[in-house]
């Protein structure tokens, strides 16, 4: 928890509680639970609020992304790019590569076997034969093995630690603290392709926002930089806001209704939308592989985590990919993680939070009730 906030106007992206920053929204809803208070979503407010959203920047699409590109090569000495081979991942990628830009080291995590589940061994393949620059370290994360696991889960307190999660275990946590020590003497970033736009239709006008479920497995964690959205360059974010809204306005014309959202049209998972979308309304490239984002999508939608009914981790039940996980992983540390989500089950933050509908399941502590950040009219 971070206090007071507003200092600078690159205040990370966090939920605002009484006037304190918290990364972690199960620490923020105790913060409200004991002292009152309402709770906002930070997504760089303090600039945003600052510019004009309704005049379209001039620069092109391409122009802004390679400005941003330069922009992070000149900001650090070392820069970390997440790799996927989707849209918002290949854009990016290609901003450096035409800009002929140095990466320090490209992550890719993947599933070891092709087309299983989500991002396969093919993105890793393609990335070792194609990439421009053979002075990048290209670091593979195989999401099966148990080194994606962060000493974060040492204790069953780890709930209690003010950095953001997921129902799911990611590689996130682990890579970045792994990344945190490997650059400690250097000005670093790692960079990810969040995000493309999130409008709103209300009143005959578009509005932007941001919904924090998206963000919340990255908040906390150190030296993040989001490609596509970041108060060093709002200009890019609005701009791909206007496309997005162009767009809906072009061929949406008659489907456009009160409280109509782009996301509920990104969540539909079907390729043929999905690729209009990203590519004629947010300006993404294509994705290396055919259906790897949606494909990717149905995988986040799969990850179902039943309670064991003993209480036993041992005794849990797994679908889709976290069974591959929980099968070959260490048995101490995920213990320790089952321990964590049930220690919040049981406590008097799950009744506050159940009671006042900030969540959906009694049995899932992070089946949070979505929060949007502040509205920007275009």
């Not at 709770?39 to 699409?61: A, G, H, L, R, Y």
């Not at 360059?233 to 496309?243: A, S």
């Not at 260490?330 to 993680?337: F, T, V």
């Amino acid at each position: 928890m971070t206090n007071p906030p507003y200092q600078t106007n690159n205040i990370p992206p966090g939920y605002i509680v009484n006037n304190k920053l918290f990364f972690s929204r199960h620490l923020a809803h105790l913060d409200q639970m004991l002292y009152g208070g309402t709770i906002q979503f930070n997504m760089f407010d303090k600039k945003f609020s600052t510019v004009n959203w309704k005049i379209e920047p001039e620069s092109s699409f391409e122009e802004l992304i390679d400005l941003r590109a330069r922009q992070l090569r000149e900001s650090f000495d070392k820069i970390v790019l997440w790799f996927s081979g989707g849209t918002d991942s290949i854009t990016m990628y290609n901003a450096f590569k035409r800009n002929k830009l140095h990466i320090d080291e490209i992550i890719v995590r993947y599933w070891p076997l092709r087309g299983y589940f989500g991002i396969d061994i093919t993105i890793l393949n393609w990335l070792k034969e194609n990439h421009y620059d053979k002075k990048t370290t290209i670091t593979a994360i195989d999401q099966t093995k148990e080194n994606i696991l962060s000493d974060i889960f040492k204790t069953e307190n780890w709930s209690l630690k003010d950095i953001g999660y997921t129902p799911y275990i990611t590689c996130v946590p682990a890579v970045s603290r792994s990344l945190q020590k490997k650059y400690e003497n250097k000005k670093w970033c790692q960079i990810h392709g969040f995000e493309k736009p999130h409008l709103i239709y209300r009143n005959g006008k578009f509005f932007s926002w941001h919904l924090d479920k998206v963000f919340q497995s990255t908040l906390g964690h150190p030296n993040f930089e989001y490609f596509y959205i970041s108060p060093d360059l709002p200009e890019l974010h609005i701009k791909q806001c206007h496309m997005l809204k162009n767009y809906f306005i072009k061929y949406y014309k008659n489907r456009l209704h009160e409280d109509f959202r782009s996301e509920t049209q990104f969540a539909l998972l079907n390729q043929e939308l999905y690729l209009q979308l990203s590519c004629m309304g947010c300006g993404r490239h294509g994705e290396i592989i055919p259906t790897i984002c949606v494909n990717e999508k149905k995988l986040l939608s799969s990850k179902k985590i039943i309670n064991s009914p003993t209480e036993n981790y041992k005794d849990m039940f797994f679908s889709g990919y976290q069974s591959e996980l929980h099968n070959h992983s260490d048995l101490g540390l995920m213990n320790n993680w089952y321990k964590g989500r049930m220690n919040i089950i049981k406590s008097p933050l799950m009744t506050f939070m159940l009671n006042n509908n900030l969540i959906t399941d009694a049995n899932d502590p992070f089946s949070f009730v979505g929060i949007y950040s502040k509205q920007y009219e275009l």
